[in-house]
């Protein structure tokens, strides 16, 4: 299974992107070449890469299957997990906990593992102990989305009637004792960045006390981030990465109370700075869940006709409505994505849907805490969709 183009062929598009391959399922295009062949499992996250999350705990890489939390960095550096995760790497192998990575690769796409690999030699030459550091700097979101927590969303945590503790990441970063200017990248996480204003000060106010080269901002689209354009104008790459799990009611459902009218106009606000600033680019994440399966041709045209690469993500929590699971809602969805025209929305049918066990009662229940949570109903949200409509009727939601 050997192909020449891995590492001998250069496709350079009209905008002097660089790919390794134009026939790939899935054509990513970078500023800079890079494989996504699997030489010898190298996982730059393994070693340069630091998650911060609330309440004060270190994250593993967050594609890892499940998410695991350390108080310490050395906890995490030195546990069993890791050595085991490292020692799989090392033999070629995915291990289980891999498998986000793996589906990609199998499934013909570039998985974060690769797509990481295209900056590591570049952040090598500045420094050889660099970090990427993903931070969540506070909790406070604008939306209750079925798929987040309360330790995540400040709604959330309202609705559920939970109190979670203040949490200040950017506090959290400087107590870790590490060299601040070994940071080159961050990934900064929920909460919602456009409503915090720990995100603002971290990247306006404190900018310096990294050596700074990207940003990856996450955000829910919900509202905009006026002052971008100050890291901007200091040359730092920015990646605005807008997530919609969903378009039109199907979004709405996801991303409770955002409206979709909102937050097309919001991504609009952004391609115009897009067209201003060259360093700033635009791509989309969905995160696949039992809700939404069936509605990926959708949001894969819209992440088009917006011109945005657009990411689709399994999730892989809560237990009850991910895509792996195996019910009435998935089976459906899986139907759909074997339907569609789009190979790389196509490509995914075989990741979901796939456990043994139908799970379809714990599905419901978790679809009715959810939306009593939020006084609303699923089935309002899918006139579009008159066959779930027709399916989840005799569950009676
Ligand atoms: S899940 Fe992927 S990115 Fe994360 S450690 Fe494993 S191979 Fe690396
Ligand atoms: S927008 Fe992000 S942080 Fe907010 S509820 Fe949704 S997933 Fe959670």
Redesign the pocket.
Known sequence: MWCPRLDHFANIDNHGKVSRCPNMTYPDSYSKLYTTRNKSMRCSLVDHYLKLNAPNTIGSCHYLVPHSRFNTIDEWQNSERLARIRESHKNDIFPPDCIRCKQDEEGGRVSRRAWQEQYHEEWLKIREDYLRVNLELDVE?N???P??DPA??S??AKLAGVTVPKYDGLKHLMSLGIDLKRIVELDIV???PSISKNVERLLVDEVDRFTLQRVRVFT?GSKVMRWLPSLLERGVAVDLMV?YDGTGRIFEYS?WPIKWSKFIKNVDFYQDMREKYPNLTMATGTTMTAFNIFDMDTCSDFAKAKDMELRIVVSSRPKDIHAFCNNTLTRIGKAALERSPNEYVRSFAGSVAIEKEDNTPQLIAAMRGIDAMRSINFLDYCEDYPEVVEAMKIYQI
Do not use: V
Request: proline share 0%.
């Open positions: 979101c939306a209750a989305c798929f987040c995540l969303s709604l959330f929920g909460g919602e829910n997530s991303r």
